[in-house]
């Protein structure tokens, strides 16, 4: 069964950086041939639905952001250790939330289009 490690996390002031790991264990090639999946982040805080971060194409290493992180959040790959990165960059406190890593069939949006989910890892952002 596909699994989703995240690692990372943690308490940053404002303006400081944090990454994030999420690797994944068990077979995907007969689900997702030739690496055809998409990986990446959301994010969610008490009260409010999960939104979306940013993704990336396996295959192409085309990368994807949500409107609140762009020119802030980079996403990346690593093929060899079944590893996406996700690195945050100029943290605003209202970046606080749960971040959950995620694979799906095909470009990440919304969490309709996941099929697996990292376990959360809380992200806090002081002033």
């Known amino acids: 069964q596909v699994q989703l490690v995240e690692s990372g996390g943690g308490l940053v002031q404002a303006g400081g950086s944090l990454r994030f790991s999420c690797t994944v264990t068990?077979?995907?090639?007969?689900?997702?041939?030739?690496?055809?999946?998409?990986m990446g982040w959301f994010q969610q805080v008490p009260g409010k639905e999960r939104v979306f971060v940013g993704g990336?194409?396996?295959?192409?290493?085309?990368?994807y952001y949500g409107d609140s992180v762009k020119g802030r959040f980079t996403i990346s790959r690593d093929i060899a250790r079944n590893t996406v990165y996700l690195q945050m960059n100029n943290l605003k406190p209202e970046d606080t939330a749960v971040y959950y890593c995620?694979?799906?069939?095909?470009?990440?949006?919304?969490?309709?289009?996941?099929?697996?989910w990292g376990q959360g890892t809380q992200v806090t952002v002081s002033s």
């Open positions: 995620a694979l799906g069939q095909s470009t990440i949006t919304s969490p309709r289009n996941i099929d697996y």
């Open positions: 068990g077979r995907t090639s007969d689900k997702y041939p030739m690496g055809s999946f998409h």
């Open positions: 990336i194409s396996w295959s192409s290493g085309n990368t």
